[in-house]
């Protein structure tokens, strides 16, 4: 992955973390789930990220 | 302007922004963390009134309910009446203040069983430990002035973010997100830690940041309504005569009445008392909360005539009032369950670490400089 990439995943991972943070506000019932796992994205894609470098990937 | 030049002046305003705002952050972060649980921490400490178990006791009304708060308070009035049915089943926060104030600032909460009328102990919210703590991020123990200092950290913080994301993007050019350059020194490992979690919470960081700056001015905002909105509405509605504003001739219950019968489906939670900085003398300001999604959290407000009952107004707050309302459950991350609330912590405790971090950046770098100049200096 090159520069401009990383920093525009940087970006979309802020981006979609602030539409799940708000959704949690607007929705109800399943969008309000929905909405929390935006919220949570670039925890878990950190995670990820984290544990394919251990593991020696990428 | 050069990319070059620029990116300086991004890494002065990082570094210094940061710098500034690092030991009140360091703060707001861990006071910010035990708030998000106030609520169950209030609980599990005996801070929260329960209802007492109705036997064959007398049932009252909520008018007798409030009647025998101001009896217990004969040198204060009621100037507020709250009912949350989610959050305290059965129970009144009735909050009196001293007879001639018409501000909050001097005012008490007291709770009391809705149905038997009978006063409830309770501790001051304001010498629980998570009522400390609330004073302290949300005033530094320095009252509306405080509120405006916390404005001015989550500027800094805000330009420290901005400036962050600049700086941040040469070098993306060369790291991979989420590469972690173990075994070449504890100054390059921490560099890409700082990187790594700093993109993690950015759009967090950014939210929590700005929400924290609106609430900063929320005592100023309500100033501005009452001086404004508000006082164009009482010399509107306002009649001559004087009422009696420790005993309306309309009590509180029939003010809810009043104003869900002008706005069905829609939820009163409290009323301000007549000639109130956020009442006229003569109405009742009863707030109003919708029924699912953003109105659960904004509400609208119905003035309630406290002499003929009738509903003289009713309104949303201004944009300005509304931002801020807003502002509080997204700064809180109270409003999604304990899901949420864990999500909330752990990007406060990703915000702890890069702020002690990035300190330790820049004391290394400073110290690293320091020695090759004293190295390089020649020998006297």
């Known amino acids: 992955m090159n520069g401009a990439s990383n920093l525009r995943l940087t970006l979309i991972l802020a981006v979609v973390s602030v539409a ?38 990428d | 302007m050069s990319n070059r030049r620029l990116f300086r002046i991004n890494l002065w305003l990082h570094r210094w922004s940061s710098l500034v705002a690092t030991p009140f952050f360091l703060l707001l972060c861990i006071t910010g963390t035990v708030l998000i649980f106030h609520e169950e921490i209030d609980r599990a400490l005996g801070y929260v009134p329960q209802a007492s178990a109705h036997g064959s006791g007398l049932v009252r009304t909520p008018g007798d309910a409030v009647a025998a708060v101001q009896a217990a308070n004969p040198n204060r009035r009621v100037i507020l009446v709250s009912r949350d049915e989610d ?6 926060a009735v909050y009196v203040a001293p007879k001639n104030d018409t501000g909050f600032e001097h005012a008490k909460a007291v709770w009391v069983d809705a149905t038997t009328a009978q006063l409830l102990e309770s501790a001051d919210p304001d010498k629980t430990p998570t009522g400390i703590f609330l004073e302290l991020h949300a005033q530094w ?14 500027l800094l913080v805000l330009i420290s973010l901005v400036s962050g994301v600049v700086i941040y993007a040469p070098y993306v050019r060369n790291i991979a997100f989420g590469v972690l350059r173990r075994g070449a020194g ?8 700082h990187n790594f979690f700093g993109a993690v919470v950015l759009g967090w960081l950014f939210v929590v940041t700005c929400t924290g700056f609106l609430l900063g001015f929320g005592t100023i905002a309500q100033g501005v309504w009452s001086n404004t909105e508000l006082k164009a509405l009482k010399s509107r509605l306002e009649t001559p005569g004087e009422l009696d ?128 100049r004293v190295a390089a200096e020649p020998a006297t």
């Open chain 1, 20 to 57: 799940g943070i708000i959704g949690m506000l607007l929705f109800d019932g399943i969008a309000d789930s929905f909405a929390l796992l935006l919220a949570a994205t670039p925890l878990l894609f950190a995670a990820l990220r984290l544990w394919q470098h251990r593991s020696g990937g």
């Open chain 2, 87 to 92: 959050e305290h089943p059965g129970l009144l």
């Open chain 2, 141 to 154: 123990f320095m009252g509306p002035l405080g509120e405006v200092f916390g404005a001015l950290i989550a």
């Open chain 2, 186 to 193: 504890p100054r390059l490992l921490q560099l890409d830690l």
């Open chain 2, 245 to 372: 504003r420790e005993h309306p001739p309309i009590g509180f219950d029939q003010a809810f009445a009043a104003a869900v019968r002008a706005q069905p489906g829609w939820r009163p939670t409290q009323a301000v008392y007549p000639g109130t900085d956020l009442s006229t003398a003569q109405h009742y300001t009863v707030l109003l909360f919708g029924a699912k999604g953003i109105r659960e959290r904004l509400f609208r407000i119905a003035l309630v005539n406290a002499r003929t009952g009738s509903v003289d107004d009713v309104r949303d707050l201004p944009a300005y009032l509304q931002a801020i309302q807003l502002a509080q459950p997204l700064h809180f991350g109270d409003y999604g369950g304990l899901a949420l609330k864990i999500l909330w912590v752990a990007c406060s405790w990703l915000a702890l670490f890069i702020t002690g971090n990035g300190a330790w950046l820049w004391w290394n770098r400073r110290r690293r400089a320091e020695s090759e």
